[in-house]
C-alpha cells in the first residue's frame, strides 16, 4: 500500500516551517509517540533546508506505505539539482563536511526508521525518510488517509505559517503579471510594496516564535536531563539496600544450614533495618515526584491544629521538649503541604538530636506579604559548608546510615516552598539548628 496524503512545494524557508509541521501533524495522527514525532518532523526539516540550500526549489511528498504488513509515514524529497558526488562517503562518514554541507544528511539519518538517498548528476536528488507507526496505532485505512488529505487542502483555520506561504505566493502571482501587464506596473508596484511590509512584519513573529520554541526545547533538554539524573540516582539509591538485603539473607541461609540459629536471628534486625530503610526512601521519592502535579484545593487551616497533628504522628523521645507558640495563625492555603514541611523539618530536628535532652521550638514572624516560620532546635547543627548541599535530592551530611535518611525530605520541602514562591534558608552557628521558611498569606 502507499496512499499519498499532500505535497508541498518547496521555493523558500516558509515552506520548510510548513513540512515541519506537517510531519508532526501526521506523526500524531499516526500515533507515534511524542519523541518519534520530533525525530521525524526535524529530519524532515533537515532535509528541506538542504533542498533549499544547494538547490533553490524543490518538492516533499508525504504518504503512507505498507511493506512486510509494518505501516510505515513516508516523506519523499526531491530535487532537479546537479546531484550529490560523495553520497556514500557521506552516509558513511568519510567525508568531513565543510561549513555544515552534509550534515543534515548524516544526522536525519539516525533520526528516522529508514532512510534511502539517491542522487545522479544533473538529475537531482531524491531522498526517501520513514517513521515506523506504532503496532497499536489508530485505525489507519484508504478513507482515513484521504480524510488527513481533506483536511490539508480544506484546511479552514490556517495556521501563521501557512497563511505567511498563502501571501507570499500571492506576491509571486502578481511579479508574474508585472512581465505580461505592464499598463498596471504601478498599482503593481504599490501592491508588491504593501505585501512585503506585511511579510515583514510576519517573519520577525516567525522569527519570536522560533526563538521561543528554541528556548522552550533548551528547557525540555535540561527537565530531561534532571529526569535522567533523578532516574540514575533513585536506582543507584535502591540498589543499595537491596543489595543488602540479598547478601544479609544468604548469611542467614548459611547460618541456618550450619544449625546456627542464635548467628541467623543476630542478623534478621539488620535486615529489617534495609528494608525499613528501602520503604522510606520508596515513600519519600514517591513523595517528592507528586509535589506540585496535584490539583489541591485551598481550605482555612489553623496553624497551631496542624502541628498538633503532626507531633502526634511523630516518636518524640521522652527527654526531648517540643514548645509551639499559643498565636499562630489562620492561612487559606493547602492544608498538605504545610503538613509536609512541618513533618520533615520536626522529623529531622529529633531524628538527629544526639543528646538525650533537648528542646525544639517552632516560631513564626508576621511579614508584610508572608509569614515566617522557623523550626528552631539545640541538637548539633549543621556545618556552614553544607548548607547549600542540604537541600539538594539524595543529600545527607549527617548520620548517613540512619534507616530514615533517605536524602529527599529537605529536598521536597524546598520543592514545595518553591511552588509557593517562597524562601527556605537555614541558620545554623556551632550547635543548634534554625530552618526557615517563608508562606504566603
Known sequence: ?????????????????????????????????????????????EICRNV??????????????????????????????????????????????????????YSSRKLVDHFQLESDF????????????????????????????DYFNNESEISPYAEIKRQNMQLIELMEQLRVRTIEAEYQLQEIQHLNQ??????????????????????????????????????????????NIRGL????TDFLQEDSKEEAQAVMPMIQLQIKRMDHLIRDVLA????????IQKKKVAVGELLYNVLTTLAIPQGLQVYVPDELPVLETEEIFLQQ????????????????NGQIWIKAFQHPACWEFAVVDDGPG???????????LFETTSDVNHPDSTGIGLALVRKIVQEKAGRLWVHSKGRGTAMHFTWPY
Open 122 to 149: 544533473e538529475k537531482g536528488t531524491r531522498v526517501r525518510l520513514q517513521k515506523r507507526v506504532p503496532h497499536n496505532h489508530p485505525p489507519i485505512n484508504a478513507a482515513i488517509i484521504q480524510g488527513w488529505s
Open 249 to 252: 539473607s544468604e548469611a542467614v
Open 52 to 105: 533549499l540550500e544547494h538547490v533553490g526549489e524543490g518538492t516533499i511528498r508525504f504518504s503512507m506505505v505498507e511493506s512486510r504488513n509494518f505501516l510505515s509515514l513516508e516523506a519523499f524529497v526531491t530535487d532537479r539539482g546537479r546531484g550529490i558526488p560523495n553520497v556514500q562517503e557521506i552516509l558513511d562518514r568519510k567525508y568531513a563536511p565543510v561549513g555544515g554541507k552534509g550534515q543534515g544528511i
Open 1 to 45: 500500500m502507499d496512499h499519498p496524503i499532500t505535497t508541498i512545494k518547496l521555493q523558500n524557508e516558509l515552506d520548510v516551517v510548513l513540512a515541519y509541521k506537517r510531519a508532526m501533524q501526521l506523526s500524531e495522527f499516526s500515533g507515534l509517540p511524542v519523541a518519534a514525532q520530533t525525530k521525524f518532523a526535524t529530519a524532515v526539516s
Open 382 to 392: 549543621i556545618p556552614a559548608e553544607d548548607h547549600g548541599k542540604i537541600f539538594e
Open 341 to 356: 514541611i512541618f513533618s520533615n523539618l520536626l522529623s529531622n530536628a529529633i531524628k538527629y538530636h544526639d543528646l538525650p
Open 198 to 243: 506585511e511579510l515583514q512584519t510576519s517573519n520577525h513573529e516567525i522569527n519570536a516564535l522560533l526563538q521561543e520554541r528554541d528556548v522552550k526545547n533548551q528547557e525540555l533538554e535540561q527537565v530531561n536531563k534532571t529526569l535522567d539524573e533523578f532516574a540514575q540516582t533513585v536506582t543507584h539509591d535502591l540498589k543499595a539496600p537491596l543489595h
Open 288 to 295: 517528592y515526584s507528586l509535589t506540585g502535579r496535584q490539583q
